[in-house]
DNA sequence: ATAATTTCTTAATCTAGGTTAAGTGTCTTT
DNA sequence: AAAGACACTTAACCTAGATTAAGAAATTAT
């Protein structure tokens, strides 16, 4: 099972926990363009994907979106910011292309750290790993080309190249999809 | 003491537990323009700052410095990459303004997290709340103009505009010292 | 104090990437 | 299979911010 397997990367869980875990948790079906948060409202729940895509992204003055993140088989995703804080966020969550997906609501999450100390652990490296990436990602931002960003995405992501529409990839990066597209053609060229 | 009053904020340590931690704890001064770490080092402590200001860069192609973050007075400072994962990273940590310094080693944070369960929910809570912070940076460099982002800055981070030289708030920023000069002066005339 | 180094400013010129707009291709939905 | 709705491309023109260079101001070291 892919969930178990992903906490088994950084804890060990014995059958009872694994058991425990996964009755505290739920797993549902989502058609792509399906909205799981909206800006504005609390996150209640992280989201792990057992299969499909899903991308965070808030929208700067109702017009222009900004991709923070994708999140594919075997990723977790949420809206750290709003679950930890239990204030409304503004990012929208949503499902990119069909997915199955593991629900676990905070409150879950909490009574799951009562019982099964462990995984408190499980999800400060979770965190922590997260943090690395974005701070990678930051300087990344600071200090590369366009192209050069593209370049590692395409090393770090290269199954998601196939299944996002490349206005995302765009905006994931920083660019104008315009700007997108006349670069890629560019880089092929060569 | 500075260090126990920030424990404080998210966990409650009884007087022997406080005792156990600074045990395991160094306080150090250094002159400005010290460095506490190079890239391409092993990053061997997270650094708590007392009083100063420290910052940590990157160089890109032995020739652009990049601010990642600063630290002042009450904040923690380190190169996550590093120390969590035990590499090299590419990340230097630089005295900006006479500093007092508590250093705290990898190895006696992890005495601490057996000794001590709680300590791990503090770093827990500390690495959730960097997240959520470099997320928003992140959005912010890709949404905002230079001059908002220096803006928030401002809001953000008062006492540093005085204590640190502006050709650093422009690195952290991601503009050029030239830019960040016309820019001010500009702000300055409205 | 003075010299040396570093930081800041100003200005001219340049460029990566944005904007606008129009056309084409490709999914969805019915 | 047609009609919309998206997604992608291309091209002309525009702008935020970079680069280069040179001088002024402020720190730091001797």
Same mark, same amino acid.
């Given at each position: 099972?892919?969930?178990?397997?992903?906490?088994?990367?950084?804890i060990?869980?014995?059958?009872?926990?694994?058991?425990?875990? @996964?009755?505290?948790? !739920? =797993?549902?079906?989502?058609?792509? %363009?399906?909205?799981?948060?909206?800006a504005? *409202? &609390?996150?209640?729940?992280?989201?792990?994907?057992n299969?499909?895509?899903?991308r965070?992204?808030?929208?700067?003055?109702?017009?222009?979106?900004h991709?923070?993140?994708?999140?594919c088989?075997?990723w977790?995703?949420?809206?750290?910011?709003?679950?930890?804080?239990?204030?409304p966020?503004?990012?929208?969550?949503?499902? @990119?292309?069909?997915? !199955? =997906?593991?629900l676990?609501?905070? %409150?879950?999450?909490?009574v799951?750290?009562? *019982? &099964?100390?462990?995984?408190?652990?499980?999800?400060?490296?979770?965190t922590e790993?997260?943090?690395?990436?974005?701070q990678?990602?930051?300087?990344?931002?600071?200090?590369?080309?366009?192209?050069?960003?593209?370049?590692?995405?395409?090393?770090?992501?290269?199954?998601?190249?196939q299944?996002v529409?490349?206005?995302?990839i765009?905006?994931y990066?920083?660019?104008?999809?315009?700007?997108?597209?006349?670069?890629?053609?560019?880089?092929?060229?060569?």
């Open positions: 099972m892919l969930i178990l397997d992903n906490l088994s990367k950084h060990t869980l014995t059958p009872q926990e694994q058991e425990l875990f @996964l009755s505290k948790t !739920e =797993i549902r079906q989502y058609k792509a %363009k399906t909205i799981l948060l909206n504005g *409202e &609390i996150c209640t729940h992280s989201y792990f994907v299969s499909g895509v899903l965070s992204f808030n929208i700067n003055d109702n017009i222009v979106e991709v923070l993140s994708f999140a088989s075997g977790w995703i949420s809206d750290m910011y709003s679950l930890l804080s239990q204030k966020g503004n990012l929208f969550i949503q499902v @990119l292309e069909d997915a !199955e =997906i593991v676990l609501s905070k %409150k879950n999450q909490e799951l750290f009562q *019982e &099964i100390p462990k995984l408190e652990r499980f999800f400060r490296i979770l790993n997260s943090l690395v990436a974005h990678e990602r930051l300087m990344d931002n600071l200090s590369l080309t366009a192209e050069e960003r593209f370049e590692k995405f395409c090393n770090k992501y290269q199954d998601l190249i299944k529409p490349q206005k995302q765009a905006s990066l920083g660019v104008t999809p315009e700007f997108f597209s006349k670069m890629k053609s560019k880089m092929l060229r060569k």
